[in-house]
């Protein structure tokens, strides 16, 4: 499976916009690229995915490179409720179930 | 999407015995999965529980000591044998749905179940 490196920690204050970047270089044509967090005590939860344009849903944007080798997540109004690790997950199409997890990066927003 | 319930939370066990892990789903699904999470670790997938057949194990784990059942299309077990200290994890439990835009499918976790063997 191609690999995903995120920075360990990133901080943030309530109610700023966070970028969480991910860098997969040797991503292939077929992998999504899907992002899931997990809140403390909790399973992972997904918040967005996309394969080659930029994504918005409810939760999050996702902007894809073009060249696809790297990816940020973006969330636009941090609030404590974010706090959690963040996986930026390369998905193969035929994978289904099977997602690899890297270490993610845990997030604390400030007050 | 699905709610996921597993039973028990949390367990305290002791060396040498064995525990076994519920996970309900309240929907039918085709495909369970059984990750682990080690203390201060990202998850592990440890197999597939197929309905109808074996469950399919990743590298590293075999079926004598993570048993699994998926009895039908809402239900999977996973048994943790003969346990010891480094069996203590999280261990969830996890469906496939298709969500999401473009149908690509994404999996819904329970919140896990929290083994100490001590």
């Known amino acids: 499976d191609a690999k995903t490196t995120q920075p360990n920690s990133m901080e943030s204050n309530e109610e700023e916009p966070v970028h969480l970047p991910c860098n997969h270089s040797?991503?292939?044509?077929?992998?999504?690229i899907h992002w899931y967090r997990q809140l403390p005590s909790q399973g992972p939860e997904y918040v967005i995915h996309?394969?080659?344009s930029n994504v918005n849903n409810r939760m999050a944007s996702l902007a894809i490179a073009e060249d696809r080798k790297s990816s940020t997540l973006i969330l636009h109004r941090a609030t404590l409720r974010d706090a959690a690790v963040y996986y930026c997950?390369?998905?193969?199409?035929?994978?289904?179930?099977?997602?690899?997890f890297g270490q993610g990066t845990i997030l604390t927003v400030h007050p | 999407s699905a709610v996921i319930s597993q039973k028990p939370s949390r367990d305290i066990c002791q060396r040498g015995t064995s525990l076994t892990i519920q996970c309900q789903v309240d929907?039918?699904?085709?495909?369970m999965f059984w990750y682990r999470q080690q203390p201060g670790q990202s998850l592990t997938l440890i197999a597939t529980?197929?309905?109808?057949?074996?469950?399919?194990?990743e590298s590293g784990f075999v079926i004598d000591k993570f048993p699994i059942s998926r009895p039908n299309l809402t239900f999977s077990t996973l048994t943790v044998s003969n346990m010891s200290p480094e069996d203590s994890s999280i261990y969830l439990c996890?469906?496939?749905?298709?969500?999401?835009?473009?149908?690509?499918?994404?999996?819904?976790f329970g919140a896990g179940s929290r083994l100490t063997v001590l």
């Open positions: 996890s469906v496939l749905l298709g969500q999401g835009t473009g149908g690509a499918n994404v999996l819904t």
């Open positions: 040797t991503i292939s044509g077929t992998d999504y």
């Open positions: 996309g394969l080659t």
């Open positions: 997950i390369l998905r193969r199409g035929t994978s289904y179930g099977k997602l690899t």
């Open positions: 929907s039918q699904v085709t495909m």
């Open positions: 529980a197929n309905q109808g057949s074996e469950a399919t194990y």
